[in-house]
T-cell receptor, first 116, second 116 residues
Framework: DTGVSQDPRHKITKRGQNVTFRCDPI?????LYWYRQTLGQGPEFLTY????????KSRLLSDRFSAERPKGSFSTLEIQRTEQGDSAMYLC??????????????FGPGTRLTVL | AQKITQTQPGMFVQEKEAVTLDCTYD???????LFWYKQPSSGEMIFLIY??????QNATEGRYSLNFQKARKSANLVISASQLGDSAMYFC?????????????FGKGTMLLVSP
């Protein structure tokens, strides 16, 4: 049983460039979440998909951010015109569509973004 | 107001000793779930244990147990017989409402260091 995978693991970019991250959830999970974690803080919710539908976006998700899950499987998170404040760890998580286990979310290894 | 409060920025424990990591929460929703995650220096969030608000007994998973005191709104993690590999950041998180919608709110974490 493979876990959640994310690619790339690390990304260094210059301010103003666009970046895209990919997340592959656990295969039977229909819910997928994106979180952002800055240094010394816990993860903060960005957005959430059930199958291909994006059901909620946090106010943290400015219009420079866009997320997709086109076929209800993998998801991408794109940041346009990156700013230094976007430097963070971007975490993806997935959970099954049932209520068993309280909807436990399983996280991937994260993508660490550094904006120079 | 903070929804999840972890008052211990850091904790030290000797190998083989037990340690308690504190977590208090704030919600008016009668249905909620409480989670603990471990984050080693590699960055991945590892699920440890879950407690539902209606669960009558404290959750246990191997060396981990959750001391759930509903009236005090606390959900402390107890690690018995600490191991060197337990050194990591530990995050308490809460899901409000039914697990059909399960965005997590995290605390700021506690860094645990286990010494030989």
């Amino acid at each position: 049983d493979t876990g959640v995978s994310q690619d790339p693991r690390h990304k260094i970019t210059k301010r103003g460039q666009n970046v895209t991250f990919r997340c592959d959830p656990i295969s039977e999970h229909n819910r997928l979440y994106w979180y952002r974690q800055t240094l010394g803080q816990g993860p903060e919710f960005l957005t959430y998909f059930q199958n291909e539908a994006q059901l909620e976006k946090s106010r943290l998700l400015s219009d420079r951010f866009s997320a997709e899950r086109p076929k209800g499987s993998f998801s991408t998170l794109e940041i346009q015109r990156t700013e230094q404040g976007d430097s963070a760890m971007y975490l993806c998580a997935s959970s099954p569509g049932t209520s068993g286990g309280g909807g436990t979310q399983y996280f991937g290894p994260g993508t660490r973004l550094t904006v120079l | 107001a903070q929804k999840i409060t972890q008052t211990q920025p850091g904790m030290f424990v000797q190998e083989k000793e037990a340690v308690t990591l504190d977590c208090t929460y704030d919600t008016s929703d009668p249905s909620y779930g409480l989670f603990w995650y471990k984050q080693p220096s590699s960055g991945e969030m590892i699920f440890l244990i879950y407690q539902g608000s209606y669960d009558q007994q404290n959750a246990t998973e191997g060396r981990y147990s959750l001391n759930f005191q509903k009236a005090r709104k606390s959900a402390n993690l107890v690690i018995s017989a600490s191991q060197l590999g337990d050194s990591a950041m530990y995050f308490c998180a809460m899901r409000e409402g039914f697990s059909g919608y399960s965005t997590l709110t995290f605390g700021k974490g506690t860094m645990l260091l286990v010494s030989p």
